[in-house]
């Protein structure tokens, strides 16, 4: 077999060698095999010595063909190998985008916080200010103060949660009306919003906590027009532009006269059905001038100044808007209904 022979074996076989390697480290070991200070190739370069003259040249130049062969060869599957590596290694971290994300519940307010939120926007574009008011509240604010007489039933035990001798929760907000007046000088306008508590049987329409709004207005020259006016501001806004009040006369002992104030069915938009028991009305309020009796306790001259005052429950809002026939739902924390809302 002559050298030239042996350098094509030689070189048949490295690059079938590098063909068949599968990693890159098996490419390593090939390159140092035959390329390496010690490698084949390398060794035949050394018998370059041996050969007579003519042949040396051409059997260098061979040599050195077959190394850029190979280099070449490895390169190249090197190249090949690293693809291949990387497909595997991006096959393994690959997302699926189609799959189902992660789900996160977002919560947001309860229905009646978003009714009184709606509600005290408007009495701010109103000018009213908007105050809070203590939830534990003295007998005097909550009855004295207001007028109530002695023998009122809402001032029995029976009817009101007593914390002590002269402290209850509050039965209704317009015990922070006194509070008030007290504290500020006419014109004042103030609105206040909250729970209130009363020893009910609880049932779909009666709770023992409920929530109300409450605001009232005293300055020189306040007339039952300013009430009527507001109310039907408030109405218009709240419900809508067709939306109409109706005042009737009713009795509250803070207020004289007083009113019970309703608004159109926003159901059947005044023309009758069963949420409004065929009359076209709902009832909203009630309402009335502030008795002199109230501001005069208060330290305001009712020969000087008047004032008006309503309040109203807000569960019946959303009940009405959204169908719902059972109060107790409002506090039950139950998602399944808080979610729909
Ligand atoms: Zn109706």
Redesign the pocket.
């Known amino acids: 077999m002559s050298e030239s022979d042996n350098l094509e074996e030689l070189g048949r076989e490295a690059i079938a060698r590098v063909a068949d390697a599968a990693k890159s480290s098996e490419l390593d070991a090939i390159d140092t095999q035959y390329l390496g200070r010690k490698g084949a190739l390398t060794l035949q370069l050394r018998k370059i010595g041996s050969l007579v003259p003519e042949q040396r040249k051409g059997f260098g130049q061979a040599v050195n063909d077959l190394k850029e062969e190979i280099q070449a060869a490895i390169r190249a599957r090197r190249e090949a190998i690293a693809g291949g590596e990387t497909d595997a290694r991006l096959a393994g971290e690959a997302l699926d985008v189609t799959m189902p994300g992660r789900f996160y519940q977002i919560g947001r307010p309860h229905i009646l916080a978003q009714t009184l939120s709606r509600i005290k926007d408007i009495f701010i574009r109103l000018g009213y200010d908007i105050v809070e008011s203590p939830e534990v509240e003295s007998y005097h604010y909550n009855f004295e103060a207001l007028n109530y007489p002695l023998d009122h039933p809402a001032i029995d035990e029976q009817m009101s949660f007593y914390v002590t001798e002269d402290r209850l929760l509050r039965t209704h907000t317009t015990a922070y009306q006194h509070r008030q007046m007290e504290k500020r000088k006419p014109p004042i306008m103030v609105c206040t919003m909250g729970k209130c508590y009363r020893v009910e049987a609880v049932d779909a329409t009666h709770g023992h906590t409920f929530h109300q709004v409450d605001c009232f207005c005293v300055d020189h020259g306040i007339t039952m027009a300013d009430l009527k006016g507001t109310l039907y501001q408030f109405a218009v806004e709240m419900f809508g532009p067709d939306t109409n009040v109706r005042f009737r006369p009713d009795f509250f002992p803070f207020v004289e006269p007083g009113a019970e104030v309703a608004v159109t069915?926003s159901?059947?938009a005044g023309?009758?059905?069963n949420?409004?028991k065929g009359s076209?009305w709902l009832e909203l309020a009630g309402a009335g001038m502030i008795h002199p009796n109230v501001l005069e306790g208060a330290g305001i001259d009712s020969e000087e100044y008047t004032g008006f005052a309503f309040g109203f429950g807000i569960e019946r809002m959303p009940m009405v808007q959204h169908g719902i026939d059972d109060l107790r739902l409002f506090l039950d924390n139950d998602l399944r209904f808080l979610r729909q809302l």
């Open positions: 069915c159901i059947c023309k009758g059905c949420v409004c076209g």
